[in-house]
C-alpha cells in the first residue's frame, strides 16, 4: 500500500472466521503512546492517564482484507530497558510489527534505528511501519524525517494521534495488508 491515506481494509464488527492468523507487536521507547493506540484501536477509546506498560499486553483484533480475515493478536511492548530480556520472548513468531515514536519527542525518534535493529535480531525480516504518534502535538520530528527513515528501510509511514484518533486503525491496516503480502 503505497498511498497511507487510504485503506482498503476494515475493522470486522461481527464474528467471522478468519483466515490468516499473525502475532504483530508494537514497540518504541517508553511514553510514546503505544498502549494508547492499540486501546484505541482496539476499543476505540482513550485514556489521557499515562500507564506504564509492565512487561507484555495482549489485544486481538479481526480485519478484512479483500476476501482475506486477518486475526491480528497485538502484543504491547514495555519501552523501558529494563523489559529487554522479557520483549525477545515475544518476538518468536512475529510476523509484522508497529514502530512507534513520538513526534514530539526527537529522542524517540532518534532511537528507531535502535529498536529497529532489536527487531531484526529478534523477528528476522518481517514487515515494519514507522508510526509517528501523537499528531495533535508540536512536531519536534518533521513529517518528512520520519518518511525519509522510514522509505530508506523499506518501512511503511504514518502519522498518528491516538488522542484525536487520526490514522489509528490506517496504522494497523498498512500493517496488515503488509502482513498478508508477506504471507502470501
Known amino acids: ?17 478468519y483466515t490468516h492468523i499473525a502475532k504483530a507487536v508494537v514497540i518504541g521507547d517508553a511514553a510514546v503512546g503505544k498502549t494508547s493506540l492499540l486501546v484505541r484501536y482496539v ?34 511492548t514495555g519501552g523501558q530497558e ?16 508497529l514502530l512507534v515514536y513520538d513526534r514530539a519527542n526527537r529522542e524517540s525518534f532518534d532511537r ?22 501523537k499528531a495533535d ?3 519536534l520530528v518533521k513529517p518528512k524525517e520520519g518518511e525519509e527513515f522510514a522509505g530508506e528501510r523499506g518501512m511503511g509511514f504514518v502519522e498518528t494521534s491516538a488522542k484525536t484518533d ?3 486503525d490506517l496504522a494497523f491496516s498498512i500493517l496488515a495488508s503488509r502482513i498478508i503480502e508477506n504471507m502470501g
Not at 529494563?82 to 510489527?97: E, H, M, N, S
Open 82 to 97: 529494563r523489559f529487554g530480556p522479557i520483549r525477545q520472548l515475544y518476538y518468536r513468531g512475529t510476523k509484522g510489527v
Open 166 to 168: 487520526m490514522n489509528t
Open 137 to 139: 502535538l508540536k512536531a
Open 1 to 17: 500500500m503505497n498511498n497511507p491515506t487510504e485503506s482498503t481494509t476494515q475493522p470486522i464488527e461481527t464474528r467471522r472466521p
Open 43 to 76: 476499543k476505540g477509546i482513550f485514556n489521557p492517564t499515562y500507564i506504564l506498560t509492565i512487561g507484555v499486553a495482549f489485544h486481538v483484533k479481526d480485519i478484512l482484507l479483500g476476501e482475506h480475515v486477518l486475526r491480528l493478536q497485538l502484543w504491547d
Open 112 to 133: 528507531a534505528a535502535y529498536w529497529l535493529k532489536e527487531v531484526q535480531r529478534g523477528c528476522g525480516d518481517v514487515p515494519v511501519v514507522l508510526v509517528a504518534n
